[in-house]
């Protein structure tokens, strides 16, 4: 899995290669369980439908140093990472992220390069600086390795309204159930619940951002091109004026990312409705909260639903072993609870993919998880392998 870590020039031809692979099959529809797979929310309205498609093409464009690209970037399209079985979904890719953490107080280090720390320059940066990759800012203390996650239904996820979530907030743990998740509060007092450290609040945003941060490609709501440890990028490495995508290309992009459709859910069998209840009872849903639900939203289709992402979106102490940086509120040792959804497309798992199987993963449970993981290591292997097989088919 980390046999891939950004390995220079071909990764751009894999990308390539990658779209061509992304249409579907028969035989992945099959494996991944529906026809909606990759495609949109159903009951979209004409104008919506219309965004996504073009979104969808956003979504796969593969910049070049000429349209934009750099001069720092981790890879050259979103779909390049998010591209298995279909584009919205998983990636073998591994970024490396790094943050300060001192006296308490967290920086994410974005006035000296970070958070996300690109491990491409394009050729007109390498001249000039004769840098590969952005070096870690002196400053962090800490780096981190994060796998690309899928993010289909993710939209559903943006829909959540901020009480539902802060409602199974706990900081205290005042239940005294030994979990006390807490929200990821942004500088502006929203909700964060995007990325793993819950550390932005909208969807938007994040594709907004995820633009520079992983591409360089700077846009009317994410406008500033990321630099090597602060300082002004040497002249005549970023030719294309800035914003090098339009609000138009922006707003298709948020649309295509909005309305990706959920994994279909698996069919109910008497077997995973049994696993399902296990894994209430030993605790599991205590984080990973079966479904939420949608407020009203002015998109019809995201309104009012049910969100099977066996997540509560909050942040949880999971202990020392997994441990690596702070992020806006989230302390080291902190993570949002990983949505479930989606977890048949996984091969590696926990942020960094270090788990290579499901057991592996619950296993490393620690902290206010460590309860629920000892009942879990407690129960007959047979029905440790139905939860497993429950949740494989998420
Ligand atoms: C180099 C690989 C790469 C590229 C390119 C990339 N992503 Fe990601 N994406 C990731 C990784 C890694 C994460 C996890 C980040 C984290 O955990 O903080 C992520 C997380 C996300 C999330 C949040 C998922 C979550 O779990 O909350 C969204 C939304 C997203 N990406 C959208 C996009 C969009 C839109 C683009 C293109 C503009 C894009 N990504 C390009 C690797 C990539
Ligand atoms: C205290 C909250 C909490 C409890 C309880 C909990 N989890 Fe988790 N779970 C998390 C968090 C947080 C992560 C992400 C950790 C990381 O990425 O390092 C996670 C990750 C996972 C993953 C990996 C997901 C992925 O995409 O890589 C699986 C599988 C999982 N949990 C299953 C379980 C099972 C089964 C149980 C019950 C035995 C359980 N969890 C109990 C919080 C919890």
Excluded: Y
Excluded at 154 to 177: M, S, W
Excluded at 223 to 237: D, F, I, R
């Amino acid at each position: 899995m980390s046999g891939r870590i950004f390995l220079p020039i071909a990764v751009i031809t894999l990308g390539l290669a990658a779209c061509e692979r992304q249409l579907p099959t028969g035989g992945l529809l099959a494996k991944a369980g529906g026809s909606s797979l990759g495609r949109s929310l159903t009951g979209l309205k004409t104008d919506e439908r219309q965004l996504f498609d073009r979104g969808s093409a956003v979504f796969a464009t593969v910049f070049t140093p000429e349209t934009g690209l750099g001069p720092l970037f981790n890879a050259a399209s979103c779909a390049e990472c998010h591209e298995d079985p279909v584009a919205g979904a998983v990636g073998d890719e591994v970024e490396v992220h790094a943050t300060s953490f001192q006296g308490a107080v967290c920086s994410d280090l974005s006035a000296v390069g970070g958070p996300v720390i690109q491990q491409f320059v394009t050729p007109a940066l390498h001249n000039a600086l004769g840098i590969d990759k952005e070096p870690v800012p002196a400053l962090a203390t800490a780096t981190a390795m994060r796998t690309t996650p899928s993010i289909l239904g993710f939209g559903l996820l943006d829909a959540v309204p901020e009480a539902e979530i802060l409602a199974r907030a706990d900081p205290n743990d005042v239940n005294g159930d030994g979990i006390s998740g807490r929200p990821n509060m942004t500088a502006d007092g929203h909700v964060g619940r995007f990325g793993r450290k819950a550390q932005v609040a909208t969807l938007r945003e994040f594709t907004a951002a995820a633009f520079v941060m992983e591409m360089g490609i700077t846009n009317p709501e994410s406008a500033v091109e990321q630099t090597v440890g602060g300082n002004p990028l040497p002249a005549g490495v970023d030719p294309t004026p800035e914003p090098e995508l339009s609000q138009a290309d922006l707003d298709a992009a948020d649309a295509f990312v909005r309305f990706l459709a959920p994994p279909a859910p698996p069919g109910i069998t008497v077997e995973r409705a049994a696993s399902r209840q296990l894994f209430t009872q030993i605790g599991c849903a205590g984080c990973h909260v079966p479904a939420l639900t949608t407020g009203p939203n002015p998109v019809k289709v995201l309104s009012n639903q049910s969100v099977p992402a066996f997540t509560d979106l909050l942040l949880h102490d999971m202990g020392p072993t997994l441990a690596d940086i702070c992020l806006g509120q989230a302390l080291p040792a902190e993570f949002r609870t990983e949505p479930l959804m989606g977890l048949r497309f996984k091969s590696a798992f926990l942020h960094d993919g270090r788990a290579t199987t499901v057991e592996q993963a619950i296993d490393f449970h620690g902290g206010e998880a460590q309860a629920s993981r000892d009942r879990f290591a407690g129960l007959p292997a047979g029905e440790r392998a139905a939860i497993v097989r429950f949740l494989r088919g998420l």
